[in-house]
């Protein structure tokens, strides 16, 4: 896990336990409060696992590039060995 990603959930983690204390300290009935956090950890997780899916689908082109790269350089690579022999 590289620091950056761990900076990330940090910030995330402490974001998340505020809203959860803001909530906590509210002056509402406790049904209440337990339905907003149960509402906003559902809109966190869809968020999250939009996110989630953005970053894998984003990866992977960023993966096809690089094959392509990889490919268009061994092309050249053959071409200058070929023209030196």
Partial sequence: M???????LGVLGAAAAGVVIGLLVAPEKGSNIRKKIKKTAGEWAD???????QGKDEAG????????????AE?????????LS
């Fill in 75 to 83: 092309d050249k690579v053959n071409k200058i060995k070929e023209s």
């Fill in 61 to 72: 082109e960023l993966v096809e590039k690089v094959k392509q790269g990889k490919s268009a």
């Fill in 47 to 53: 968020n999250l696992t939009h996110l989630f899916v």
């Fill in 2 to 8: 590289t620091s950056k990603s761990k900076i990330l």
